[in-house]
């Protein structure tokens, strides 16, 4: 302890309870609960997505309407950190989405090729040399889509709307 020097703390508590603390106008707030599915990206910890949930909610505004410049209140909410995230810091810039975290992946029925004879289902790639390639997925039929069981990751390039004429190995353009 420095008796000397009034100016530095005598002592320094940190908290194990890490949390985000965030703000929702009082446009959006009637969309979020407690207990509603967040996800998280850290920017300085390679942009990783992690699930969490929402803590608690300030019944009161931070900014009362009348002294608000935008006439728009925000009202505080804090979101509990996963217990995965072991390197954040206070000051980390996060980006939050709000809502249900669905990481399926889904595509319109009209964009899946189905082969009349033997009954595969696939859809047009572009492979990492930038070329066209049809791959066979697993689907699970939901209505108007399809869920992909497994043939396409996050990250792979669906062609939608390929021309009549399109051939497999055909150069393709990302714009």
Do not use: C
């Amino acid at each position: 302890m420095n008796k000397s020097d009034v100016s530095k703390p005598l002592i320094i508590i940190q908290s194990n309870d890490h949390h985000i603390e965030t703000e929702v106008t009082e446009f959006d707030l009637h969309k979020i609960n407690t207990d509603v599915d967040v996800s998280i990206q850290i920017k300085a910890l390679n942009n990783n997505i992690y699930k969490a949930k929402v803590s608690s909610i300030d019944s009161n505004p931070i900014e009362s309407i009348a002294e608000s410049s935008n006439k728009v209140s925000k009202y505080k909410v804090i979101v509990d950190i996963p217990v995965e995230i072991k390197n954040e810091r206070t000051g980390y810039h996060v980006q939050i989405t709000f809502g249900n975290i669905d990481s399926n992946i889904y595509i319109d029925k009209r964009h899946v090729i189905v082969d009349p004879v033997t009954n595969e289902k696939k859809v047009w790639l572009i492979n990492s040399d930038n070329k066209a390639i049809k791959k066979e997925i697993e689907i699970e039929d939901m209505g108007d889509k399809y869920l992909i069981k497994s043939g396409i990751n996050k990250g792979d390039y669906i062609i939608l709307d390929p021309p009549e004429d399109f051939k497999i190995n055909q150069e393709v353009v990302i714009e």
